[in-house]
């Protein structure tokens, strides 16, 4: 079975500083598919950022990145230059590829803020 | 475009009454998921209907959960009769692409609390 782990509950990071959200993932598949999710204060989650397992480079968009780390089945997201705006709840999630319907299997959450 | 709605926001009942929320997913998706997180714990599946069709119920908890999407399009999840242990938020998600593990969209959530 998936499994998806967060090991940290809250974080914070002062306004304009980069901040590394962790994320570690246990599956007996070759193909699979890695998000990271981010629901803001009162508002709906969306999705951050996208990785497919069969892809070496890291995917990045815009101010986030991530590190994935196959072997170790590790994904952690980079947040560069935070923003208030990034203050949220982020969730890593997995699913697996092709005909499994593509269900995501979340971690426990990250509440991140970011400081004025 | 509109996104993807969920109705009540929120709802309190009492323990033994039945709740019904209701998902509104983006038109044209025909993937529809029901997620469930208890307690800030993490999110858990639920189920997963492709059109009208029930793909896989795997999460449901219990028989006391019935989950509908006639004509495939809004979505119903009942609860009878509600259990303390219900009480949390309810995300409903719905994606386009089947065979590919497609973005999912998130509705903002119907917060249950059982009393």
């Known amino acids: 079975a998936q499994t998806v782990t967060q090991s940290q509950p809250e974080m914070s990071v002062q306004e304009a500083e980069t901040v590394t959200l962790s994320c570690t993932y246990d599956?007996?598949?070759?193909?699979?598919?890695l998000f990271w999710y981010k629901q803001p204060p009162s508002r709906q989650m969306i999705l951050v950022i996208r990785?497919?397992?069969?892809?070496?480079q890291n995917a990045t968009e815009n101010r986030f990145s991530v590190n994935f780390q196959k072997a170790a089945k590790s994904f952690s997201l980079k947040i560069s230059d935070s923003q208030l705006g990034d203050t949220a709840m982020y969730f890593c999630?997995?699913?697996?590829?092709?005909?499994?319907?593509?269900?995501?299997?979340f971690g426990q959450g990250t509440e991140l803020s970011v400081k004025p | 475009e509109a996104g993807v709605t969920q109705f009540p926001s929120h709802s309190v009942i009492e323990k033994g009454q039945t709740v019904t929320l209701r998902c509104d997913p983006i038109?044209?998706?025909?993937?529809l998921y029901w997620y469930r997180r208890v307690m800030g714990k993490e999110i858990k599946f639920l189920l997963h209907?492709?059109?009208?069709?029930?793909?896989?119920e795997s999460g449901m908890p219990n028989n006391r959960f019935l989950a509908e999407r006639t004509g495939g399009t809004y979505s119903t999840l009942k609860v009878q009769p509600a259990e303390l242990e219900d009480s949390g938020v309810y995300f409903c998600?719905?994606?386009?692409?089947?065979?590919?593990?497609?973005?999912?969209?998130f509705g903002p959530g119907t917060r249950l609390t059982v009393l």
């Open positions: 998600a719905s994606s386009q692409e089947f065979t590919l593990p497609d973005t999912q969209y």
């Open positions: 599956t007996s598949e070759n193909n699979y598919y």
């Open positions: 990785q497919e397992a069969y892809k070496q």
């Open positions: 999630a997995c699913t697996l590829s092709y005909n499994q319907g593509g269900k995501l299997i």
């Open positions: 038109s044209g998706h025909d993937n």
């Open positions: 209907f492709v059109k009208e069709s029930k793909q896989d």
